[in-house]
């Protein structure tokens, strides 16, 4: 029988308020659900938000290309304002992977400067895209999913749309691929910021197992660290041939706005020299041509163009001083196994337990997967042609440095963790 007396008042229904109406979530939200035929106000419609935030989105990437190109065009006699306009399509098309089909042959060489730039950006519409539709904090893979798809699909036509007008100028480019490219780098982009906005990416980490968390956050920053000092080294070695690079751009004698032109447009590719850098430490190296190979162990490379970013070439293999560039893949998944196996301490001293060897082991096991996935993509996102010559190939092989960061990273973080974990006896201090 009920407990409850006739002369005691009911509680209303879940999802149902006290004067009878549907309150939209179970216990008596007082959040109530939308009348039938009520407007929602302050809500804009899909389209019109994911077509202006798309938009906005390709405005802020493709304007600092117009400028970089504009200012190496521009300071020549035959260069014009359509001209630099046009390149600037170009570079944009190239900056998010469509390659260009030139005289000289393909050029697909991406500067990952501008592809961040670009990511960046959509993120930022996703963002924008779910709140404008309201959708900010419901937790619904299906408007997160929806957002995304409607900004990958504004910007999926304004892609096409730049590879037709870019191939007015001369440049042959393939609409339909343009598009789809667009349109999948817009959509994956956009859904980070969808996802956080409406919660979903929170609530996927929520459900993820503690373990698998664990391992992807310690992979993820021991991919960063290796990847910090690959910028570190990249950077010492073109400082230390900064006479030759200062030769180089001295050599295309376009004046001084030429001269920044190049010197940003070098700086756009920085991200490039970064990862080749990290894979050089790694140990598979990359190529600057067909039949090539720069790697600790050898040096082999031919003529090449007179590009400042490739003054910091090493002139041969590493000498015994050299060899401790190899220690450092492996001290950055160390430092990130000892980041995990701190945390997990800390952890387990605020609960008075201790850290048991799978909890460490099983995620330092697994950071080194996720290392090298995070790495091999970036290999490929940084090679490409530079023409159809002996350039043809530049950049390194992407399964080989996936590879070694795998191996290399999930032990160093393997001995990071059980050292870090044997020194605090599984327990960490007070």
């Not at 691929?177 to 979903?200: D, E, N, P, S, Y």
């Not at 701190?342 to 201790?354: F, P, V």
């Amino acid at each position: 029988m009920s407990s409850v007396t006739p002369d005691q008042p009911r509680r209303p229904a879940a999802g149902v308020g006290a004067d009878g109406r549907p309150t939209g979530r179970s216990g008596g939200s007082r959040v109530p659900a939308p009348r039938a035929g009520e407007t929602r106000r302050g809500r804009a419609p899909l389209a019109v938000a994911a077509g202006v935030a798309a938009t906005g989105a390709a405005l802020t990437s493709y304007l600092p290309v117009v400028l970089v190109l504009g200012l190496v065009q521009l300071s020549e006699e035959a260069g014009s304002v359509s001209g630099a306009l046009r390149a600037g399509l170009a570079g944009w098309l190239l900056g998010h992977g469509v390659p260009l089909d030139t005289d000289a042959g393909p050029f697909g060489l991406a500067p990952l400067a501008l592809a961040v730039l670009a990511v960046w950006r959509l993120i930022r519409a996703g963002v924008h895209t779910s709140r404008a539709i309201g959708a900010r904090g419901r937790r619904s893979p299906r408007q997160a999913l929806t957002a995304a798809g409607a900004v990958g699909v504004g910007y999926g036509l304004l892609g096409t749309l730049a590879a037709v007008l870019t191939g007015l100028g001369g440049s042959a480019v393939s609409p339909v691929r343009a598009g789809v490219t667009f349109a999948l780098f817009g959509a994956l982009a956009a859904l980070a910021g969808a996802a956080r906005t409406t919660g979903v990416a929170g609530l996927l980490v929520d459900r993820a197992p503690p373990r698998l968390r664990n391992g992807v956050r310690t992979g993820l920053v021991a991919g960063l660290l290796l990847l910090g000092a690959g910028a570190g080294a990249a950077g010492l070695a073109i400082a230390t041939g900064g006479g030759d690079a200062a030769d180089m751009i001295g050599a295309y004698h376009t004046g001084v706005t030429g001269q920044a032109g190049i010197t940003l447009l070098s700086l756009a590719y920085a991200p490039n020299a970064t990862v080749w850098s990290a894979s050089y430490l790694l140990g598979p190296g990359f190529a600057v041509g067909i039949d090539t190979a720069v790697r600790t162990s050898e040096v082999s490379v031919g003529a090449l163009p007179a590009v400042p970013l490739l003054a910091g070439l090493p002139s041969g293999p590493v000498d015994d001083v050299g060899a401790g560039l190899l220690a450092i893949p492996v001290l950055a998944g160390m430092a990130a196994g000892c980041l995990l196996a701190r945390r997990l301490l800390r952890l387990a001293a605020q609960d008075r337990a201790e850290v048991t060897w799978p909890a460490l082991l099983v995620p330092a096991a697994l950071a080194g997967p996720v290392a090298g996935l995070l790495l091999g993509a970036l290999a490929a996102a940084s090679g490409g042609p530079l023409g159809g010559g002996r350039l043809a190939e530049i950049g390194p092989v992407s399964w080989q440095v996936a590879g070694a960061a795998t191996a290399v990273i999930g032990v160093g973080a393997l001995l990071g963790a059980a050292a870090t974990r044997s020194l605090g006896k599984g327990r960490a201090p007070s």
